[in-house]
Each structure stands twice: as C-alpha cells, then as structure tokens.
Antibody, heavy 120, light 108 residues
C-alpha cells in the first residue's frame, strides 16, 4: 500500500551523527519532492529540509543548514537525512513527508515518525 | 523569516462551527495548506491550495484565504475533530516551507 516508513532514530550524544531513512512504497517515488519535518516534544511542527523529485535541488531550514543533508536513492525508493553535529535542541520526532506534485505543494503523505534524542 | 500566527486554542461545542485563523503578511498571495494532528499520530492533510479537500476528507472541512488571513472552517464539529491544526505555506522568496504556530481545537 501507499506508505512511508522512517527508521534510524535513537539516542545520540551531542556533536555525534545519525542517519535517518524513509522507505517509500505504493507510488512512483521518483516523481515527487520529499521533505523532513520534525516536532520537538510538546511543540509544533518545524520544516527541516526538502529535496526535489530528481534530487538536484535541496533546501534547508536555517536551524539545520550546514549540519544536515537530505538525499534520496530512487533505485531504493528511499529518502535519507544525514544529521551531523547534533545538538540537544535537535531532539524531536522526525517525519518524512511526500509533496503532492513535482513542485512545491502540500504534504499529502506522512510517515509515522522516528524519535531522535540528543543527550549526554 | 516569514511567520504564520495561529491562535493557541479554539473551543467549540459539538454541532457548532470552529474557525481557525492563520495570519501572515500577504498570506492571501500564497497557497495555504492545513493539517490535522491527533495525539501520538502523524499529521494529516485536510485542506490544500487554500480551499481544496483531499479525497476522504469530509465536506465539513473548508478553507479560505484573503489579505493577511487564511481560515480553516470546521462545520458541524464532532468529538473526533479534537486535534491540533497547523497551516503551512511555501515561501517562494526563501525557498522554505513554513508552518503556523498551531491551534488546539477542543470540543466541549
């Protein structure tokens, strides 16, 4: 069925790295832009990064620019988020989300989320 | 950076109408999307491009957008509509997505 499944979350010390994955199924992954969105405990949604359908363009929130890298492997129908130099304020549930068209648009499909805790 | 401001909370009795606002500078010139998030669950798209509904979303959910305010309207509110709601835009000047501050809807 049509779904997104995140993995890779866990507890990590400050300044360490972590890579999240998002496995897509049930739709033509290579046709759609993809995003990462996070939600700190008890807080609202924060957009993190977007990658274009072809992987050629990426944009990042100011809070993660230079530390996080979004990428995709269409041969594996998988989206990634490489997170380096992690900080306690990066603690959040991380969701991957599909854009509803090839350009900027609404997020019509979300994964269930994976928790990342940055703590010593 | 672009800011979308929502009221922290809205309370409504069952069967009545809930209106959730999303304020931003000239937000009427952008396409606004709305998401519903229930506790412990991922967000769900309920309105896109200001006023369109994805398949499976009840007609009770509607949206409008003009000037500096976008509005999500929930008619004939049901207990199951109790959730957090977020507006969202794509800010083309910065190539960033922006989420609103979020509104908790409580059904009395």
């Amino acid at each position: 069925q049509v779904q997104l499944v995140e993995s890779g979350g866990g507890v990590v010390q400050p300044e360490r790295s972590l890579r999240l994955s998002c496995a897509a199924s049930g739709f033509m992954f290579s046709n759609y832009g993809m995003n990462w969105v996070r939600q700190a405990p008890g807080k609202g949604l924060e957009w993190v990064a977007v990658i274009s359908y072809d992987g050629n363009n990426q944009q990042y929130a100011d809070s993660v620019k230079g530390r996080f890298t979004i990428s995709r492997d269409s041969s594996k129908n998988t989206l990634y988020l490489q997170m380096n130099s992690l900080r306690p304020e990066d603690t959040a549930v991380y969701y991957c989300a599909k854009v509803d068209n090839s350009g900027p648009g609404a997020f019509d499909l979300w994964g269930q989320g994976t928790m990342v805790t940055v703590s010593s | 950076s672009y800011v979308l401001t929502q009221p922290p909370s809205v309370s409504v009795a069952p069967g009545q109408t809930a209106r959730i606002t999303c304020g931003g500078d000239s937000v009427g010139t952008e396409s606004v999307h709305w998401y519903q998030q229930k506790p412990g669950q991922a967000p769900v798209l309920v309105v896109y491009d200001d006023s369109d509904r994805p398949s499976g979303i009840p007609e009770r959910f509607s949206g409008s957008n003009s000037g500096n305010t976008a509005t999500l309207t929930i008619s004939r509110v049901e207990a199951g509509d109790e959730a957090d709601y977020y507006c969202q835009v794509w800010e083309s000047s910065s190539d960033h997505y922006v989420f609103g501050t979020g509104t908790k809807v409580t059904v009395l």
